[in-house]
């Protein structure tokens, strides 16, 4: 059984702060997030919405594409968001019941 990757960008708000990173277990890492499970950034700055992610089966690549939209400028990255989640909808709940946004990416490989 292949395994995914993900990274993903939380946001506090639409045109927030922004957080970015990568995880195997997308909905657990979310939910650790949401609740203040995690002491740091996150929790500090109160972000808390998923806002885009996109997925691999390699975590080379994965942990390549965080890297990449870490050194992005800001506005590069919510172009990203905007092309990908429009609304800057928290696609959370979405993930929960398995609905994927029009413009999810497919895992690269």
């Known amino acids: 059984m292949k395994r995914e990757y993900f990274v993903y960008i939380l946001a506090s708000k639409p045109y927030g702060t922004l957080y970015i990173g990568v995880t195997n277990d997308?909905?657990?890492?979310?939910?650790?997030?949401?609740?203040?499970?995690?002491?740091?950034?996150t929790s500090k700055y109160n972000i808390d919405k998923l806002v885009y992610y996109d997925s691999?089966?390699?975590?080379?690549?994965?942990i390549a594409r965080e890297?990449?939209?870490?050194?992005?400028k800001r506005q590069w990255k919510i172009?990203?968001?905007?092309?990908?989640?429009?609304?800057?909808?928290d696609?959370?709940?979405?993930?929960?019941?398995?609905?994927?946004?029009?413009?999810?990416?497919?895992?690269?490989e």
């Open 67 to 72: 890297k990449q939209l870490k050194r992005w």
């Open 26 to 41: 997308l909905l657990k890492r979310v939910y650790e997030h949401r609740n203040k499970l995690v002491k740091g950034f």
């Open 91 to 108: 696609l959370y709940q979405d993930l929960l019941t398995g609905y994927k946004p029009n413009g999810f990416l497919p895992s690269q």
């Open 79 to 89: 172009n990203l968001i905007e092309q990908f989640n429009p609304e800057w909808k």
């Open 56 to 62: 691999s089966i390699s975590i080379q690549a994965a």
